[in-house]
């Protein structure tokens, strides 16, 4: 049976992204940064120096993917990529004091995204934790490969 567009969730959290994302894009403009961009910050600003692979392993995305955005932050003087002496295949990425007062700059996403939304935080949290649940069963859905 097919349903109407409006009752497929993937539509509606595809929709629901793209609206953050919005709400998002004037404050990233302000600040210099991408969308993609803010996310490696944001595994930086929470775990610390990290490996290119953790990084991307942490945002579920691939390495070559990731390490653009890590070379466009660098540039921007934000963080630093630097080869790992005890293994020269992984970069190492770290904040700069820059990229560290970024975190400060960014602070109000979080209080944008309530504003908008006309939600109480914890109605938002609910929320997040519910999307999280189904995240992760669809991932180990897909990494068991079943069908």
């Known amino acids: 049976m097919l349903f109407p567009l409006d009752q497929h969730l993937c539509f509606a959290l595809y929709g629901a992204s793209m609206a953050v994302g919005r709400a998002y894009k004037p404050v990233l403009d302000e600040l210099g940064i991408t969308y993609p961009q803010y996310l490696v910050l944001s595994v930086l600003w929470e775990e610390g120096e990290r490996t290119i692979g953790t990084i991307a392993e942490r945002l579920g995305l691939e390495p070559s993917t990731v390490t653009p955005l890590v ?3 660098e540039t921007a003087g934000l963080v630093t990529r630097q080869r790992n002496p005890a293994d020269e295949r992984q970069v190492v990425v770290a904040l700069t004091g820059e ?7 960014s602070a109000c996403l979080g209080e944008r995204l309530v504003a908008s ?4 935080p914890e109605r938002l949290q609910r929320l997040n934790e519910d999307v999280r649940a189904l995240r992760d069963a669809v991932a180990t859905f897909v990494a068991r490969g079943e069908n």
């Open 99 to 105: 990229g560290e007062a970024m975190r400060r700059a």
């Open 71 to 73: 070379k466009r932050l």
């Open 117 to 120: 939304s006309g939600m109480p």
